[in-house]
Structure formats: structure tokens, C-alpha cells
């Protein structure tokens, strides 16, 4: 059984450009999470998100960031018109439901130049 | 509003010197606690869920304990290799799992 899968492990953006991070959960999990962590930092929640819902996304900022789980396909965090405040690691977590344990996928290390 | 707390922030111990780390939870009715190691550049590996007050797991030389207020991750003869950052997190009452800043843990040889 495969573990979160994230991709690209690492990604260079120059500002204004667009960033797509995609996140394959473990399989059988439907409960997605994005956590944002900037170095020397802990996680910060970004958005909660079951099959084709958007369950919590109190995190996340309203502009340029948005957040998808598709019924089928991986969940797709992108960020528009990236910013140098924007670099950090992304890291995506799923669980079997709201309740139980979440396991992380190896994060995306985004920067910004 | 629900709230995840751990101490200390930074803890530096010897080989061999066992200790404990805490975490403190405000939470509306707890439906599980979680702990988890991180080490840095990587993502955070599942440990641990507590369900219920005066439940125990153990894995090697750590034992997790839970309260009704707080969790206690106990560190028997720590070795250098147990350096890393310990987060732990629970289920809020709006069903997102909400994590602790995390204790950073260095074991010196």
C-alpha cells in the first residue's frame, strides 16, 4: 500500500508564475489535508478537504491560493502569481476519516525567485 | 477555541538521559490524540493515537501517555538517533486535525 505521494518533490517559480502541487492520498483515504511549513517553523493548516468538497479552508489565503480534491485524480493545491513570500514546504496529509490518523506525504518544497 | 500546546520548545538531553515531553489540548469532547516525529526536510511520520484518559502505547523507547487534559511523550535512554522534532495534534471539533509547534529534541552524544 503506497504512501501520500507528492509531486514535484521540489519546484523553482519566478514571481507572477503559477505553482501546481499534486497530492495522491493513500489509498482507500478520502480526507485530504494541506499544511504549510516555513523553515524553523511548525505546521500551519491550510485547507480540509473530502472528495469533491472543500470541508475547512479557514487556512489558506482567500486570494491567488485555491484547493481541489477530485472525484477522481489527485488533490491539487495552486498557487497564482506566486510571491517570494509564497516559498516554503507544502505538505499534504490524508486519513480514512475526520478522526483518524493522518499520514504525510514527503511535502513540496516550493521557491520563489 | 480549540488550541494545541507542547513544552518545552527545545530540549537538550544526553545519551542515555531519559525525560519527558508534554502536550496540552483544548478541545470540545476528544475524539483521539496523534503524535508524530519529524525530521528535518522530511514529513512528519505517524507515532502514536491515544484515544481515551490512562491509555498507553509504547514503540522502542518511547512511551505516550494521555489525560484528560494532556499527553506525555516519554523518552526512555534516548539515543542520538531520537533527534528530531515530536508534534502532536488532535481532531478539532470541526473534524481538521490541529497540530502542537512541536518540541525540537537533541540527544548528544
Known amino acids: 500500500n503506497a504512501g501520500v505521494m507528492q509531486n514535484p518533490r521540489h519546484l523553482v517559480r519566478r514571481r507572477g508564475q503559477e505553482a501546481r502541487l499534486r497530492c495522491s492520498p493513500m489509498k482507500g483515504h478520502s480526507h485530504v489535508y494541506w499544511y504549510r511549513q516555513l523553515p524553523e517553523e511548525g505546521l500551519k493548516f491550510m485547507v480540509y478537504l473530502q472528495k469533491e468538497n472543500i470541508i475547512d479552508e479557514s487556512g489558506m489565503p482567500k486570494e491567488r491560493f485555491s484547493a481541489e480534491f477530485p472525484k477522481e485524480g489527485p488533490s491539487i493545491l495552486r498557487i497564482q502569481q506566486v510571491v517570494r513570500g509564497d516559498s516554503a514546504a507544502y505538505f499534504c496529509?490524508?486519513?480514512?476519516?475526520?478522526?483518524?490518523?493522518?499520514?504525510f506525504g514527503q511535502g513540496t518544497r516550493l521557491t520563489v525567485v | 477555541e480549540d488550541q494545541v500546546t507542547q513544552s518545552p520548545e527545545a530540549l537538550r538531553l544526553q545519551e542515555g538521559e531519559s525525560s519527558s515531553l508534554n502536550c496540552s489540548y483544548t478541545v470540545s469532547g476528544l475524539r483521539g490524540l496523534f503524535w508524530y516525529r519529524q525530521d528535518p526536510g522530511k514529513g512528519p511520520e505517524f507515532l502514536f493515537t491515544l484515544y481515551s484518559a490512562g491509555e498507553e502505547k509504547e514503540k522502542e523507547r518511547l512511551k505516550a501517555t494521555l489525560t484528560k487534559k494532556e499527553s506525555f511523550l516519554h523518552i526512555t535512554a534516548p539515543k542520538p538517533e531520537d533527534s528530531a522534532t515530536y508534534l502532536c495534534a488532535v481532531p478539532s471539533s470541526r473534524d481538521k486535525v490541529i497540530f502542537g509547534p512541536g518540541t525540537s529534541l537533541s540527544v548528544i552524544p
Open positions: 496529509a490524508s486519513s480514512l476519516t475526520g478522526n483518524t490518523e493522518a499520514f
